[in-house]
């Protein structure tokens, strides 16, 4: 038998060890390399695991005389991708590759009988080939990928100076660490980033963030999503749990559409969507934006983007005053049964069967405690007066337990 043989018959034994092999490799990359227990379980388990099994397959595939292409170190290049902006060193998962590949050889020279020492030296040239070509694409997506990160800083750097409020006419004493808008389209003009002169500012809010890992990727996921719509990169600013976005005002991308998009890419979240007309507005308008994602995280709707008329009572009523201390007032008078018949009345669009059936209680019964609302509070929620106090009374009552966090 010719070497090529040789290494293909000792390559096929090595087929059912795969599996086994994967979660040999995984383990070692958790004792050995810093850090790397660390890392998100999902990542760990789920993402390591798959490009692991994907390499040791791809050797024994080409082994055994089957050839590969580009394609298949795609998944090379996605993973050292995400890695980079995990924060992971280019060191450390050089050094996992290294593992897997000793690993294999390992497994290779198991394998091997008498008689099969030039296969296995076949098998050594072929992992010199493919280690080079997996670790070039690796190191070849890890720094474009880290380019891009570069050029991200310099964005975001941009989008924060927009975000923050520029000095005014009746306060013109600069904040240092604010230039106002010729600072901001300076630092836009050295980093060749071209400011719009108008924007959509989108303003979000990630439920469950989770773990430091998982809302990086949520930040690419988001970024990426809003790239693809606008056909270029969108300036954009995160934080752990809510981000801001300036979509240029020219791009006519559908409010549904933007919400089904960011939701497809990151999970649940509510954002707020509003207009800024010039770049000075934008710190104000983002702070509109920042309270209709709040509103409609807080009245629970669901995930998506929201512009100011699909809030626009619960905007109203968020603002803390002696109206919404007065109307929350009024539903402390009633026993917590009527509170959840009345929202159980206005979930059921005023369908006393439909409230009934909520509630698994008879209609009759729904008649007898709105009655006992109308006299408790002076304003029967059966009429158009009642309808309008109580609702009102109802969506300050579901925004007071809320968190309104402080943006940008």
Same mark, same amino acid.
């Given at each position: ?5 040789? *290494?293909?018959?000792?390559?096929? =034994? ?39 099994r994907h390499g040791v397959r791809l050797f024994l ?10 394609q298949d170190m795609r998944l090379f290049r996605e ?98 660490? $604010? ?35 998982? $809302? ?32 240029? *005002?020219?791009? *006519? ?15 649940p979240l509510h954002a707020g969507l509003a207009s800024? !007309? ?12 920042? =309270? ?58 005023? !369908? ?57």
């Open positions: 038998m010719s070497a090529e043989e040789l *290494a293909a018959a000792i390559a096929a =034994r090595c087929e059912s060890r795969v599996n086994s092999l994967t979660r040999e490799i995984v383990a070692e990359h958790e004792a050995v390399l810093p850090g790397f227990a660390e890392l998100h379980g999902g990542m760990l388990e789920v993402e390591t695991a798959s490009t692991t595939r080409v082994a055994q005389g089957r050839g590969s292409s580009d993973r050292a991708a995400q890695r980079m902006s995990d924060g992971v060193r280019l060191t450390t998962l050089l050094s996992g590759y290294a593992v897997g590949y000793r690993a294999i050889w390992r497994m290779l020279c198991e394998e091997a009988g008498p008689g099969e020492e030039a296969g296995l030296h076949r098998l050594g040239e072929l992992m010199v080939t493919a280690l080079e070509r997996t670790m070039t694409a690796v190191c070849e997506a890890y720094l474009l990928e880290a380019e891009l990160a570069r050029r991200g800083e310099a964005m975001r750097a941009v989008a924060r100076l927009l975000l923050q409020s520029p000095p005014t006419r009746e306060d013109p004493t600069p904040d240092p660490g $604010v230039p106002g808008v010729p600072g901001v389209q300076a630092l836009a003009a050295q980093h060749g980033i071209t400011l719009e002169p108008s924007y959509r500012v989108l303003a979000f809010t990630l439920r469950h963030p989770g773990a430091p890992p998982a $809302v990086s990727r949520r930040r690419h996921a988001v970024q990426g999503a809003l790239d693809r719509l606008a056909a270029q990169p969108v300036l954009t600013l995160f934080d752990q749990h809510a981000g801001h976005a300036l979509l240029p *005002a020219r791009l *006519a991308v559908p409010t549904a559409k933007l919400g089904r998009r960011l939701v497809e890419a990151a999970g800024a !007309d010039s770049l000075t507005d934008i710190p104000a308008t983002s702070r509109q934006a920042a =309270r209709i994602a709040q509103v409609a995280a807080a009245c629970d709707r669901p995930p998506g983007v929201y512009e100011l008329g699909d809030v626009l009572v619960e905007f109203h009523l968020s603002t803390p005053g002696p109206a919404a201390q007065a109307l929350s007032s009024r539903l402390a008078l009633l026993e917590p049964s009527l509170v959840a018949t009345l929202e159980a009345f206005f979930a059921a669009d005023f !369908d006393r069967r439909a409230t009934a059936a909520a509630l698994t209680v008879h209609p009759n019964t729904v008649d007898n405690r709105l009655a006992r609302v109308a006299e408790a509070l002076q304003a029967d929620p059966r009429t158009a007066g009642g309808i309008l106090l109580v609702g009102a009374a109802l969506a300050v009552r579901r925004l007071e337990g809320f968190h309104f966090r402080q943006t940008v």
